[in-house]
T-cell receptor
């Protein structure tokens, strides 16, 4: 079965612009979580969606937002980009919210570079 | 709040030597713990989880609630074990997100 698909793989944006990243979970998975990965901070949790509802939110400014559609696909949006937003953005899907029993399956990520 | 600490950013060992990647956690409730691995140019993948008591690729991890630790161990390191390793925690209730440590890069020297 297909894995978690993230598009695009790479993005270069200018400060002040906005960006939308997309994630298609594994078929049948209803939970999607987003993480920001940087060399200094590791993986930091952004938000989690389950059945189109945001279940949890990390400590990121309001410029970071997301949503989930009825087919479980998810998008995250970052507005007014800053240089510090440059990172690898990872999406993870799971059968159930919280990934307690099943763990998460991660996508390859979207590498965002802000110049 | 949940917190996961991996005290070593980089760990270098010789091939055939034992490996121990340290993970300490802070959580007032009952946690479930995981180890994830990211090989070069590959996506992050689940290595093992405490709840299933698995042993994957020779790695094991024991939860020590008294010391709030979940160290990852392997008796004999192999070159292909070189990767980034992340310890992660989730509340037993399943209502909180998966929280990761900052990771330890393991380098196995031939």
């Amino acid at each position: 079965k297909a894995g978690v698909t993230q598009t695009p793989r790479y993005l270069i944006k200018t400060r002040g612009q906005q960006v939308t990243l997309s994630c298609s979970p594994i078929s049948g998975h209803r939970s999607v979580s987003w993480y920001q990965q940087t060399p200094g901070q590791g993986l930091q949790f952004l938000f989690e969606y389950f059945s189109e509802t945001q279940r949890n939110k990390g400590n990121f400014p309001g410029r970071f937002s997301g949503r989930q559609f009825s087919n479980s696909r998810s998008e995250m949006n970052v507005s007014t980009l800053e240089l510090g937003d440059s990172a690898l953005y990872l999406c993870a899907s799971s059968l159930m919210t919280g990934a307690l029993l099943y763990g998460y399956t991660f996508g390859s990520g979207t590498r965002l570079t802000v110049v | 709040a949940q917190r996961v600490t991996q005290p070593e950013k980089l760990l270098s060992v010789f091939k055939g030597a034992p490996v121990e990647l340290k993970c300490n956690y802070s959580y007032s409730g009952s946690p479930e713990l995981f180890w994830y691995v990211q090989y070069s140019r590959q996506r992050l993948q689940l290595l093992l989880r405490h709840i299933s008591r698995e042993s994957i690729k020779g790695f094991t991890a024991d939860l020590n609630k008294g010391e709030t630790s979940f160290h990852l161990k392997k008796p004999f390191a192999q070159e292909e074990d070189s990767a980034m390793y992340y310890c992660a925690l989730i509340a037993n209730s399943g209502n909180t997100p998966l929280v990761f440590g900052k990771g330890t890069r393991l380098s196995v020297i031939a």
